[in-house]
């Protein structure tokens, strides 16, 4: 099974807290999905399985960003088409969309339910009008209600992105947040703590004292709170910014924690064969300009074991699934299993990692801390 990721490099407005690669001007879209379809042709290939000469089948299609809302529908269909001529796609594939509220009409979004669009991924942030200003969001809050009101009409797999640890953000707000997000009934939810990233315009806010710096142990508690709210809703915590209800959990990043391939398409888009890394330029001129000579300008990380190891430990920790102890053993041998285990013992004994049928993972009061925890797994270097 493998993924693919198409990055639609546009938005309508830059959010302060957004470091990914994007343009507010949408004057070169079309020729950006013209580039997008020629890349897919050029890269067919790219995902073989070399036991069998031939590509394994693709599952997961997922339209990432930017803001692939702003794509018209023949657009998406074009893509999606491009995609299917190129590579062995499953009868029943998982094809997921971000959107934002804003640019879900009524209309939009029952043409994109006629299309085979069968995923949307709604970046609603938060309810509350004041939030969502802070973080400079295109949208308002009321279309954010609006825009999951209508598409709970016709889509059944919907999730929604929510922000906590925001600056003047107090538990019953938050609360608030996650109540009405359940309200519509949806069944997956993303949740991430307002991250300060270099470079953004909400780390300069900071630094002119314009806004406050985020507190982590706000962040925790927020975190906290959701983690128990959603439980006690039917939710499966099956990674540690997400939340699915048994059968709707997403196949495109669950793929990724899990280390399968994906192809990343588009500026600055990411892939992964199994043993290296690769990714596009991200600058849309530049882009175009290499492929419209047939070229793709991109760079490529071959993995060490050791960084395979390094991954696995953070993408496994992350996770229900936790680290295997068998297949580090197997995978990377005795001295990788035995620095593991030397490296966990104090985080087991401080009740923040546990043993169970040879997978280590993080408990509960572990959890949050699950980066971090990590981090102190990683070596360096035993190569």
Request: charged share 25%.
């Amino acid at each position: 099974m493998s993924g693919i990721y198409i990055h639609i490099p546009f938005c309508k407005q830059a959010c302060h807290y957004c470091d990914f690669h994007f343009s507010t001007s949408m004057k070169r879209k079309e020729e950006i999905v013209l580039a997008l379809a020629k890349e897919i042709q050029m890269r067919k290939n790219e995902l073989l399985d070399s036991a069998q000469n031939d590509n394994h089948i693709v599952e997961t299609i997922y339209f990432g960003g930017g803001t692939p809302s702003v794509l018209a529908i023949k657009e998406i269909q074009f893509l999606i088409d491009s995609v299917c001529q190129n590579f062995k796609v499953a009868e029943h594939p998982e094809i997921t969309l971000e959107a934002n509220p804003d640019d879900l009409s009524e209309e939009k979004i029952i043409e994109l339910a006629n299309s085979p669009i069968n995923r949307l991924s709604i970046g609603v942030q938060s309810f509350f009008e004041d939030d969502l200003q802070l973080m400079n969001r295109a949208h308002n809050s009321a279309e954010a209600k609006k825009s999951l009101e209508i598409a709970t009409r016709y889509f059944d797999n919907i999730s929604i992105d929510l922000i906590y640890g925001m600056p003047g953000m107090s538990n019953e707000k938050w609360k608030k947040n996650i109540e009405i997000a359940l309200s519509f009934d949806i069944p997956h939810i993303s949740s991430y703590a307002l991250t300060v990233e270099p470079k953004t315009a909400l780390k300069k806010l900071i630094q002119t004292g314009k806004i406050a710096e985020p507190k982590d142990d706000v962040a925790q508690e927020h975190f906290q709170i959701l983690v128990d709210t959603l439980q006690e809703n039917g939710f499966i915590h099956y990674e540690l910014s997400n939340f699915g209800k048994e059968n709707y959990f997403s196949k495109n990043n669950s793929a990724y924690w899990l280390g399968k391939k994906y192809l990343g398409i588009g500026p600055s888009a990411h892939s992964y064969d199994g043993i290296s890394r690769s990714w596009n330029i991200a600058n849309n001129i530049i882009y175009l300009k290499s492929l419209k000579e047939n070229k793709l300008l991109s760079e490529k990380e071959i993995l060490t074991q050791t960084d395979r190891y390094n991954e696995y430990v953070m993408t496994g920790l992350r996770t229900i699934w936790g680290i295997s102890l068998e297949r580090i053993e197997k995978e990377f041998g005795e001295k990788y299993l035995d620095y593991l285990l030397k490296q966990s013992q104090k985080f087991i004994s401080d009740d923040l990692l546990s043993i169970e049928n040879n997978v280590l993972k993080t408990t509960k009061k572990g959890k949050f801390l699950a980066d971090g925890i990590a981090s102190d797994l990683f070596l360096i270097n035993l190569e």
